[in-house]
């Protein structure tokens, strides 16, 4: 089983970060291929809680490679605090078990206080983003005047790509922002020490990635963000700046299409969503309350409260199918424990008109009303049950229910934040059951 790509099914926050670190246990690559520290993968391991922004979740397994690929955008700045957080805590992390592509883009401060500033500029239409800087540093990628890591340790390359480029900021941020200009020098200065202290990291992690997998090596892709979030299929423009699933892996892997043999969806057994845009199953008042706290949804990254929704069969269909997985985990289904009845969304409307399929355009999707399913809850606490057998019928039910809606199979269930709190139901695809039980 040479590799697989796991990627976030709704608007990320799915709970990626458990169900990596689970299946890292039995790859030996695991490889970040888009977005950034927007991202927020929270792992828990007995008493310790990690969560990590940049470095691929392979890094708390001994032994793994972990690759931040070419399409990620690397805030260089957050990436050594990260390394220095994790040695801290005795994680060991260097040159032997992280490598960081020479093709990824660099995120600078200026991208961060743009990010912020430009949002302001939206009004109504605002994004709501992570202010992580990810958009203007994608943004600077297309245009052609982007840093890429292989500058960013060149201390001559440095200069010479980041001079004009920030002089060009620096009158945005002065002209149209009325804000503070950086200073040329200082950030030529700050971040070739960052460049140097990174250096040792730096490699070709496509050509990396492309031998492993010749070679017969196990390799994780490990998606960010969610597939709504994805600037292609997401509700554009509430997205993010990177191609969030499967499609983004070539490019952003170093790898050939054909590399990738498996795709794996995950979602939570409701929804949630951060910052602006459409969310159809969204809940409002006493019920979103509940939820958020049952679920302890706040952002890992930002801290801000997530919207919470029941769950949305139409958008996962779409997920699932534009991404050719074969299977899918279904996480925190024990947030939902107490209720007398789960609705799950199974068609969109407006007047007379039905959705079954996503639509294609964010717009479409205002205004929309929701259908639901209303299936049976239950009451029981099932954060230690660890067999299909031994959950409650009624949550077995919610999780067919569920299962036939989307019409995909669920491979695995998570019923809580610990390594240890899953149960695989690889019996749904036994000829795929090849890693960590999925
Ligand atoms: P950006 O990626 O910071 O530009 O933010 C764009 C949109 O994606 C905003 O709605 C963010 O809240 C959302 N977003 C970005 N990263 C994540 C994530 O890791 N989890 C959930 N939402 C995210």
Redesign the pocket.
Known sequence: MPSLCVFGAQ???EGKGKIIDRLSADVDFVVRYQ?GA???HTVVVGDEKYVLHLVPSGILHPGKVNLIGPGVAVDPLTLLGEIEGLRSRGVSVDPSNLHLSAGAHVIFEHHKRIDSLSERWLGEGR??????G??PCYADKAARTGVRVCDLIDPERLALRLRPALAEKNALLERVHEAEAFDVEVEIERYAAAGAALAGFVCDTGREVRSAYREGKTILFEG??GML?DIDAGTYP????SNTGVAGVPAGAGVAPNQIDRVIGIAKAYCTR????PFPSELSGADAEWLRSAGNEFGA?TGRPRRCGWFDAVAARYTLELSGADTWVMTNLDVLSGREVVPVAVRYRRGDERWTEYPASAATLDGMEVEYDELAGWQEDITGVRSWDDLPATTRAYVEGVEERVGVPIGMLSVGPDRDQVIPRSARRPALNLVGGL
Request: no cysteine; glycine share 30%; charged share 10%.
């Open positions: 608007w990320g926050d977005g927007n991202a927020g994004i709501g983003t992570t202010g992580r990810i958009g960010a963000q979030l509430f997205v993010t700046s951060v910052g602006e845009g990254t």
